[in-house]
């Protein structure tokens, strides 16, 4: 289980945020909105989908949603990565694809 982390609320508010409900058009594969709460609620390989509730409404943001896609490619050393993951390249493309920032090593791997 994901440990549990207590997220910069100002900071996420300050983001592009999207209606939690809606947010699955920002992910490759279209996830249903169970694997989303799912992922607010419990994390997937580590990482959390940082999520805020405001005015009886949860919300995530697209910065959000880039440092999970990042968080699930970072598998602990030593760790193969389970079977039904994306590849670093599908990760980054999908952040492209749907104007997300860029992935951490994006740049540095393009420059290569």
């Excluded at 580590?46 to 968080?71: D, H, P, Q």
Aim: net charge positive; hydrophobic share 40%; aromatic share 8%.
């Amino acid at each position: 289980m994901a440990s549990r982390t207590i997220f910069d609320i100002p900071a996420l508010l300050d983001e592009s945020l999207v209606l939690l409900t809606g947010a699955s058009e920002f992910f490759p594969g279209n996830p249903s909105p169970s694997a989303l709460q799912r992922w607010m609620r419990r994390g997937s390989r580590g990482a959390v989908l940082e999520t805020v509730f405001v005015c009886g409404k949860r919300y995530t943001s697209k910065e959000a949603i880039s440092r999970f896609l990042r968080g699930q490619l970072q598998v602990e050393a030593g760790k193969s990565a389970p079977t039904r993951t994306m590849s670093k390249k599908d990760v980054e493309a999908a952040a492209r694809k749907f104007g997300l920032p860029e992935p951490l090593g994006a740049r540095k791997h393009a420059e290569s």
